[in-house]
């Protein structure tokens, strides 16, 4: 169930709102329970067609579903919910059978034949949406609660979905107003629109914003890392321990580990979660010089998967390093790396963290687990998910219409301290408001919600 920051006005509708629409709104395959969920202005005299006489509001109600020639489908629950105090908005009804897949697309092909069609990917969000139900990072944010790969992705979609997201945008918008109404005043007074610039008040309010922007773009890239995790390549020479630590890290053995160099001969990709943060991790070739071709070709692919990493651990022997000053200079220096010493354990030497020519240097052992826990430590503070305290989700689409925004309220500063026109500087803040207006999308388009919806499963 979502909850609403606040009532949003009803969006115009696309064409097809005006259908009744189908489809199985519970996982494929089977279950104990199975729901069919009907929504558009023809679903109770459609359940109707199927179950009888439809119950009173929100009262589960136990009958009998038939199909279009009267045969018995099944027996279940028929939930009305009218609009618009429904998921969508609309009528809805939804009928809860046994979750055998053939029961329920008997009951979708009997609500076909009673007028309604099957349901697009993600249609029912994008009805409730539509419907002023929600906004746009609240429709997104259910789509990430059913994608969650860890507990604290899943509070940061509740998050979205209870509005958190939203209100920050909404604060940020009644300040863009406040401060477009305050500048194009000056338009009125343009004999006196210098000195009325030139008001201190402005230039404070401006900066203002432009922190909130940076702090609000801060929490929306740790909540995308929430979501999406962090793509972590494991490079280094050969029999450094590099697969032993995907192991580790995994918890069981995914790769083969031997004694002999070479054994890794292709990048291993490994989806796993650290302390509620998803990571993939590449498990690569060891890197040196070889006259194999298929080890080359490794060893190639390895210096790809480094280069089109978010994270490198570059793996070493804590007993034997020679070699690893070369490799390390080669790595992209864009990308944060940490340094593993592995193989503390027979060093003798104890776990420890340290800082070398600026890069953060670990000592432990990936065959003991021992030191490890820092290690992901490492990673999630260069997720910036240290803590997920407060945090809510968020997409790739908002952390750009937030770049958008803040780039256009500094241009607006630049244009105020230039002396320059308060045209220029409202049309700044007219620009930023229609990129923070995209993020939960007061300004669309069909083609962004349909890119939008169309990835979430059918029957949301």
Request: contains cysteine; proline residues 3%.
């Amino acid at each position: 169930m979502v909850h609403h920051a606040k009532a949003q006005a009803p969006r115009a509708r696309l064409s097809a709102a005006a259908e009744t629409i189908a489809a199985i709104a519970t996982a494929s395959g089977r279950g104990a329970v199975g729901i069919v969920r009907i929504s558009g202005p023809c679903a109770a005299s459609i359940a109707q067609s199927i179950c009888g006489p439809i119950p009173p509001a929100r009262v589960a109600t136990l009958r009998r579903f038939r199909d279009a020639s009267g045969e018995v489908i099944d027996h279940g629950l028929v939930l009305y919910f009218p609009g618009p105090h429904s998921f969508t908005g609309e009528d809805v009804v939804e009928l809860q059978g046994h979750g055998g897949p053939i029961v329920l697309d008997a009951l979708v092909q009997a609500a076909r034949s009673g007028g309604a069609r099957v349901a697009r990917p993600g249609e029912f969000s994008e009805r409730a949406f539509l419907n002023g139900r929600m906004d746009l990072v609240q429709a997104e944010a259910i789509a990430d609660l059913i994608d969650a790969a860890s507990r604290e992705a899943a509070r940061a979609a509740n998050r979205s979905m209870e509005g958190a997201f939203s209100a920050r945008i909404a604060q940020l918008q009644t300040e863009l107003t406040e401060l477009r109404v305050f500048v194009e005043g000056a338009l009125d007074f343009s004999d006196e629109d210098v000195a009325w610039l030139a008001d201190p008040t402005l230039r404070e309010r401006l900066h203002r914003l432009d922190a909130a922007l940076d702090a609000t773009l801060a929490l929306a890239a740790h909540g995308r890392r929430l979501r999406d995790g962090l793509t972590v390549a494991i490079a280094g020479q050969p029999n450094v321990g590099k697969s032993t630590l995907l192991n580790r890290l995994a918890g069981a053995d995914r790769a083969i580990v031997t004694d002999i160099a070479g054994t890794t001969r292709d990048v291993l990709r490994e989806d796993i979660v650290l302390d509620g943060l998803p990571l993939t991790v590449l498990d690569t070739a060891g890197l040196r010089d070889s006259d194999d071709p298929v080890e080359r070709e490794g060893i190639r692919r390895a210096w790809h998967a480094a280069h089109q990493a978010e994270a490198i651990v570059f793996v070493a022997d804590d007993q034997h390093t020679e070699g690893d000053d070369a490799l390390l200079e080669k790595l992209p220096r864009e990308v944060p790396i940490v340094v593993v010493r592995n193989k503390c354990d027979l060093s003798g030497a104890a776990p420890a963290r340290s800082v070398e020519r600026a890069r953060v240097t670990l000592r432990l052992s990936a065959h003991t687990g021992a030191g490890i826990e820092q290690l992901i430590a490492e990673l999630k503070a260069i997720a910036g998910v240290s803590t997920t305290q407060g945090l809510f989700s968020a997409r790739a689409r908002h952390i750009d219409a937030l770049h958008r925004t803040r780039e256009h309220v500094r241009a607006a500063q630049r244009s105020l301290g230039a002396g320059a026109t308060a045209e220029l500087a409202a049309e700044d803040l007219r620009l930023a408001q229609r990129a923070l207006g995209e993020i939960v999308g007061e300004v669309t388009s069909e083609e962004l919600l349909g890119e939008i919806f169309s990835r979430f499963c059918i029957g949301k």
